[in-house]
């Protein structure tokens, strides 16, 4: 079964400082895809990086990039110099060869970004 | 461009009314979803169109949830009758198959 697994409830930065936010997935397959999605408090979902399994490089969109160590099933987030508007949950999702229309979601990470 | 639009954004009704939510994909895209997202069980999917047939709906609770989708700009997901534990955020988001998701702002279903 795929699996996602986002084993930081929550998480604290301070301002203009560096954070990862961990994610390990599990999958037979060998080609899938994993995202990351924004939700801050207002509740909307926003769609922030995408990683494929054939991937070779890093994804990277702005200050997100995605660390992909397939060896070791992990699709950490890394966000550079944090800002306030950072704080929201942020969800690691996964979507499978086997049923490439699934999103399978972790439970999700709490940020919270210290001024 | 627009988003995904889901109309209501709120809801409040009285266990038994029949609720009905509504959904705008991003033009262009041909596939939708309708997800759940609660404390409990977190974020799940609901069902799946693919060219407005429906293609997977295994997430669907049960017999008094439904999903339409009559074209390829609209659809709605209906629930009757509903009850309290129907109670979560309402998820539409759409995508140019297999590509990325898109999620709407969502709809928030209160069931008293």
């Known amino acids: 079964a795929q699996k996602i697994t986002q084993t930081q409830p929550g998480m604290f930065v301070q301002e203009k400082e560096a954070v990862t936010l961990d994610c390990t997935y599990d999958?037979?397959?060998?080609?899938?895809?994993l995202f990351w999605y924004k939700q801050p408090s207002s509740g909307e979902m926003i769609f922030l990086i995408y990683?494929?399994?054939?991937?070779?490089q890093n994804a990277t969109e702005g200050r997100y990039s995605l660390n992909f160590q397939k060896a070791r099933k992990s699709a950490n987030l890394v966000i550079s110099a944090s800002q306030l508007g950072d704080s929201a949950m942020y969800f690691c999702?996964?979507?499978?060869?086997?049923?490439?229309?699934?999103?399978?979601f972790g439970k999700g990470t709490l940020l919270t970004v210290n001024p | 461009d627009a988003g995904v639009i889901q109309s209501p954004r709120h809801e409040v009704t009285e266990m038994g009314q029949e609720v009905t939510l509504r959904c705008k994909p991003i033009?262009?895209?041909?596939?939708l979803f309708w997800y759940r997202q609660t404390m409990m069980r977190g974020l799940e999917l609901l069902i799946y169109?693919?060219?407005?047939?429906?293609?997977?709906d295994s997430g669907m609770p049960e017999d008094r949830f439904s999903a339409k989708m009559p074209n390829a700009s609209f659809s709605t997901l209906k629930i009757q009758p509903s009850e309290p534990r129907d109670s979560a955020v309402y998820f539409c988001?759409?995508?140019?198959?297999?590509?990325?998701?898109?999620f709407g702002p969502g709809t928030r279903l209160t069931v008293l």
């Open positions: 999958t037979s397959d060998q080609s899938y895809g």
């Open positions: 990683q494929g399994s054939y991937d070779e």
């Open positions: 988001a759409s995508s140019f198959y297999p590509d990325t998701q898109y």
């Open positions: 169109f693919n060219n407005n047939v429906p293609i997977d």
């Open positions: 999702a996964m979507r499978w060869g086997g049923s490439n229309y699934k999103l399978t």
């Open positions: 033009s262009g895209h041909n596939s």
